[in-house]
């Protein structure tokens, strides 16, 4: 099954060769010893995490240099899908509450993976003990410092203690030591300095942890802030290939992987004085033509992209008319008179001057390009498209060339 099966139905099409060129970037910024932790939660920011870590292994054999290390997930659930995929994998959201619920059965199953758990406090740390030793098997465990982001990581007058409890507890290995910067996407930020010395003086108070491998630098650090490398990275944004200062930079070829595309459904003509969709907030001043195409908020477009945003059909650019409903969007197709029921509108442009790009849209509803890449929803097939998706090429009669279809 391919990706051409699933025209006619809304696609995001995750481009290889995109992801490739961002992981190269990536790589060109990091000294070659340096493991790079590819940042997976969220469905992989709604691409689809199965498919980007399937892409990412191709790659991977393809080109050894351009290999990944690491995964990183938020939730077990999400550790689960990359499951047999041989790669360490660690849950960024801390461990707590390990007896409530069903909760010690996840546990459980990480522990039996060999998945790398974070730990925030030092009951975790002794909960998750406990169990390790009913499984008779070592957990893995990594500790996430606060450094001046105030979320869920150590405070540093607990960090002894907490270190001390992973650390007396034979049943525990501790793999990793992190923090997370707060303004990471701004170059040269006196804060994330801060946070960075910070957690240089924690390390050098603790002569053991010498050997255990430390981490702190999202996308926004891997570029700015070189001193934050450490022994991994963990991209997230850039690895699909979206600039994290929400620009594109020359300085930085990142190439966006996904393309969202959705078929017209529908063609009509509205006169002068109709009005089209819900709230009637479009009324046309001229005689118009209207296609329907087949997303909606439900699938993640923005409402708020209602008679603002703007997107592609057969190289023509198309505003969105009226408001976007749950199921459907009207655009207009009055300046693109060939368009017809089967022709693809492109939502999200890969192109990233485009001005139907990501950055595009971010700036017409107000959000971040995370905000809507983790909305996308699940009615949307993800389909891989070595070549790169054009908009000519994604038309019915001249398909890119498929390879498989994940789910
Ligand atoms: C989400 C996340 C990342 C990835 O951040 P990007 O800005 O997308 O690169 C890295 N580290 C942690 C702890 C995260 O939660």
Request: overall charge negative; hydrophobic content about 40%; some cysteine.
């Amino acid at each position: 099954m391919d990706a051409k099966y699933f025209l006619g139905e809304p696609r995001l099409l995750i481009s290889p060769d995109a992801l490739r060129t961002n992981l190269r970037t990536l790589r060109r910024h990091l000294a070659p010893t340096v493991r790079v932790c590819a940042v997976l939660k969220a469905n992989a920011y709604g691409h689809g995490a199965k498919v980007i870590a399937q892409v990412l292994l191709q790659i991977e054999t393809e080109s050894p240099f351009d290999r990944v290390d690491a995964f990183a997930v938020a939730t077990f659930e999400e550790a689960d899908e990359l499951r047999e995929l041989e790669k360490p994998v660690m849950i960024l959201r801390p461990v707590e509450n390990a007896f409530l619920g069903r909760q010690r059965e996840l546990i459980e199953h990480a522990i039996l993976n060999g998945w790398i758990l974070t730990l925030r406090s030092a009951s975790a740390a002794d909960d998750i003990a406990r169990i390790a030793m009913h499984l008779q098997k070592r957990a893995s465990v990594q500790i996430m410092v606060d450094t001046g982001m105030r979320r869920c990581g150590v405070a540093y007058d607990e960090f002894a203690h907490v270190l001390e409890r992973t650390l007396h507890h034979p049943t525990l290995r501790l793999d990793g030591l992190g923090t997370h910067f707060a303004n990471s996407e701004l170059s040269g930020n006196p804060f994330t300095l801060e946070q960075l010395r910070f957690f240089n003086r924690l390390l050098d108070g603790y002569p053991i942890l010498e050997s255990v491998p430390k981490h702190a630098a999202n996308s926004g650090a891997i570029f700015f802030t070189p001193r934050a490398h450490f022994d991994l990275v963990r991209p997230g944004l850039s690895l699909y290939g979206i600039d994290p200062t929400g620009h594109p930079s020359v300085d930085r070829p990142l190439a966006p992987v996904a393309t969202l595309a959705a078929p017209i459904i529908a063609v009509h003509d509205v006169e002068v004085g109709e009005s089209v969709g819900y709230g009637q907030t479009f009324v046309a001043t001229e005689p118009t033509r209207i296609g329907i195409v087949a997303l909606g908020y439900a699938d993640g477009y923005p409402r708020a992209a209602s008679n603002r945003g703007v997107v592609r059909v057969l190289g023509h650019s198309c505003g969105v008319v009226g408001r976007v409903s749950m199921d459907m969007t009207a655009i207009n197709l009055t300046r693109c008179p060939d368009a017809g029921i089967g022709d693809e509108a492109i939502f999200i442009d890969s192109d990233p001057h485009s001005p139907a790009s990501i950055y595009a849209l971010t700036r017409v509803t107000d959000q971040i390009a995370y905000e809507i890449l983790t909305g996308l929803g699940s009615r949307i097939k993800r389909v891989i498209c070595p070549t790169s998706p054009s908009e000519q090429t994604l038309r019915d009669d001249d398909p890119p060339k498929p390879v498989f279809m994940p789910r």
